[in-house]
């Protein structure tokens, strides 16, 4: 059951995401050592997903992993999804993070958002942000939408990008 049905137990779904763990880990074992990167695998499950993280006494060496703006990273988070696709037969929506850039790119996006929920409170007008990618735009909707404003985004990928917004009349 790769999807939420009324039948599906909380345990029946650890399950599933810790087995996506596993395979993402095996997968994530062998590129390291093809790439002789020295690195850990981390597990959990967050929010409803697997959650993988590659670690490093020295995150530096990572950096490979990691690329321009995190490219090399969303990459290899959409093989590593792949990876488990083809070992369950179900779509993976895992995250993968190394070297802890995710979680400093989601402190960095708060503040961004945050910013820009304060400047649509003082002008009462729409703020565009730059172009972000899906986990980053996730980061600033869910940012604004606990500040109680509202956001969308807008545009073509890989353009594509946030509008924070007033609150609407009634919301």
Same mark, same amino acid.
């Given at each position: 059951?790769?999807?939420?049905? &009324?039948?599906?137990?909380?345990?029946?779904?650890?399950?599933?995401?810790?087995?996506?763990?596993?395979?993402?880990?095996?997968?994530?074992?062998?590129?390291?050592?093809?790439?002789?990167?020295?690195?850990?695998?981390?597990?959990?499950?967050?929010?409803?997903?697997?959650?993988?993280?590659?670690?490093? %006494?020295?995150?530096?060496?990572?950096?490979?992993?990691?690329?321009?703006?995190?490219?090399?990273?969303?990459?290899?988070?959409?093989?590593?999804?792949?990876?488990?696709?083809?070992?369950?037969?179900?779509?993976?929506?895992?995250?993968?993070?190394?070297?802890?850039?995710? !979680? !400093?790119?989601?402190? %960095?996006?708060?503040?961004?958002?945050?910013?820009?929920?304060?400047?649509?409170?003082?002008?009462?007008?729409?703020?565009?942000?730059?172009?972000?990618?899906?986990? %980053?735009?996730?980061?600033?909707?869910?940012?604004?939408?606990?500040?109680?404003?509202?956001?969308?985004?807008?545009?073509?990928?890989? %353009?594509?990008?946030?509008?924070?917004? &007033?609150?609407?009349?009634?919301?």
């Amino acid at each position: 059951m790769g999807t939420d049905t &009324p039948l599906e137990s909380d345990a029946d779904r650890t399950k599933q995401l810790e087995e996506e763990g596993e395979i993402a880990a095996d997968y994530l074992e062998e590129l390291l050592d093809i790439a002789d990167l020295d690195g850990d695998i981390d597990l959990d499950i967050k929010h409803d997903r697997a959650a993988v993280e590659i670690v490093a %006494e020295d995150d530096a060496g990572l950096r490979p992993l990691v690329g321009k703006d995190g490219q090399v990273l969303e990459a290899l988070q959409e093989l590593t999804r792949l990876a488990v696709q083809a070992r369950t037969g179900e779509r993976s929506r895992l995250m993968l993070d190394v070297g802890g850039f995710r !979680a !400093a790119r989601r402190e %960095e996006l708060s503040r961004l958002a945050e910013r820009a929920v304060e400047r649509v409170r003082e002008s009462g007008r729409e703020v565009e942000l730059d172009p972000l990618n899906a986990f %980053e735009r996730k980061v600033v909707h869910d940012v604004v939408a606990a500040a109680g404003l509202v956001s969308d985004s807008r545009g073509v990928e890989p %353009e594509r990008y946030v509008v924070v917004q &007033p609150a609407r009349e009634g919301d």
